[in-house]
């Protein structure tokens, strides 16, 4: 994906172009990621579609599959230079400065508190490996010690 103009706004044909403003270049970005997660869900939706075909072509879930994970980390990366951009203009977050009724203080932003931390992230791939290994040892336990996997007896 190529990145926004960082010099020139589109102008009329004929007009002196203008020299974009900092807003309109991250409203640019916004929008292109915003394109890009459209395309993300439709690759996700063919790769699923893909395999309920009869017979499931891997090659096609293949493409597309490398396609999602392509757009999802292009997207993911953007995302993150915009949060990172948005800080470093010390902008307040949501919650900051005053409320509705003008008092000090506001709720707290629970996603923006999470943005800034992994600990959620890494405290459910932790549980998804223990239900993992869980699953594994009931799966040995059933194929016995002779090394059967057949679990239809």
């Known amino acids: 994906m190529s990145s926004p ?3 020139l706004l589109d102008a ?6 203008k020299p974009a403003s900092p807003a309109s270049v991250h409203i640019k970005e916004l929008n292109a990621i915003d394109q890009d997660i459209s395309n993300l869900l439709e690759t996700a939706s063919l790769s699923i579609r893909t395999l309920t075909t009869t017979p499931p072509s891997l090659e096609t879930f293949t493409t597309h599959a490398s396609r999602y994970h392509s757009l999802l980390q292009s997207i993911t990366v953007r995302l993150r230079r915009q949060i990172l951009l948005l800080e470093q203009a010390d902008i307040p977050a949501p919650g900051d400065g005053t409320d509705e009724a003008g008092k000090q203080g506001g709720g707290i932003d629970v996603g923006a508190f999470n943005s800034r931390n992994d600990v959620v992230g890494r405290e459910m791939e932790a549980e998804l490996w223990r239900k ?5 040892k009931l799966v040995e336990a059933i194929s016995g010690d002779d090394g059967d996997t057949d679990m239809t007896r």
């Open 5 to 7: 103009d960082l010099t």
């Open 12 to 17: 009329p044909p004929g007009a002196e172009p």
């Open 132 to 136: 993992a290994g869980e699953l594994l």
